[in-house]
C-alpha cells in the first residue's frame, strides 16, 4: 500500500506561480497580495488539498492559533452551552479549540493549564474556576498568555490579561 505524499506549501506555489513567501501571505492573511494572486494561490491550495500545519506556523511566527478551553464540569447544562458557543465563536475566526476538563480540584486545573501553556497556544479560556482564578491568571501571565475566566453570563474583567508581545 502506497502512502500518499503530504502536500506542501512548496507544493502550492509552484502549482500556483509564486513564492512561497507569496503563499505564505495569503495564507496568514498578511501583506499586500493583489486579489488575482490571492485567487490563484487558494485555488492551488483547494486543488492540491493543501492542511495548514499549525505547529509548523507557530514556530515561524509565534501564533499557534490554538485557544486552550478548560471546562470544570462538562456534565453542566450551562457549560455544555457555554463550550459549544466558544467553540463556534472561535472557530469562525479560525481558531482552533483544546478543550480539557479541569475537574473539580484547583491543583487539576493548574495542572491543565500548564499542559496547555507547554503546548504553545495563544490563550486560555477557564470556565468554573472560582476560587482559584488569580493563581491561573498569574500561570498564564508569566508565560505571556492571554487568559480569561469564563464564570458568568456577566461581561468579565480581568485586569491581567495579556497577549504575547502587547498588552490587551
Known amino acids: ?6 502536500v506542501t506549501i512548496n507544493d502550492v506555489a509552484l502549482a500556483a506561480g509564486v513564492s512561497v513567501s507569496t ?3 495569503v495564507l496568514s492573511g498578511k501583506g499586500r497580495i493583489s486579489p488575482a494572486t490571492g485567487q490563484r494561490v487558494n485555488e492551488a491550495v483547494e486543488q492540491l488539498g493543501f492542511v495548514r500545519n499549525r505547529q509548523a506556523s507557530a514556530l515561524r511566527g509565534g501564533q499557534s492559533g490554538v485557544i486552550g478551553l478548560i471546562v470544570r464540569d462538562l456534565t453542566s447544562p450551562f457549560y455544555a452551552e457555554l463550550t459549544a458557543g466558544l467553540t463556534e465563536a472561535l472557530e469562525a475566526q479560525g481558531r482552533m479549540v483544546f478543550l480539557l476538563h479541569g475537574g473539580r480540584e484547583a491543583d487539576q486545573l493548574l495542572s491543565r493549564l500548564d499542559m496547555l501553556l507547554n503546548q504553545g497556544v495563544d490563550g486560555v479560556i477557564v470556565a468554573g474556576a472560582s476560587g482559584v482564578g488569580s493563581a491561573l491568571c498569574e500561570r498564564a501571565a508569566e508565560k505571556g498568555v492571554l487568559h480569561a ?3 458568568s453570563m456577566k461581561p468579565i474583567r480581568c485586569a491581567r490579561i495579556t497577549c504575547r508581545r502587547r498588552k490587551c
Do not use: E, G, I, W
Open 1 to 6: 500500500m502506497a502512502v500518499a505524499k503530504k
Open 23 to 25: 503563499v505564505s501571505l
Open 149 to 151: 475566566p469564563a464564570t
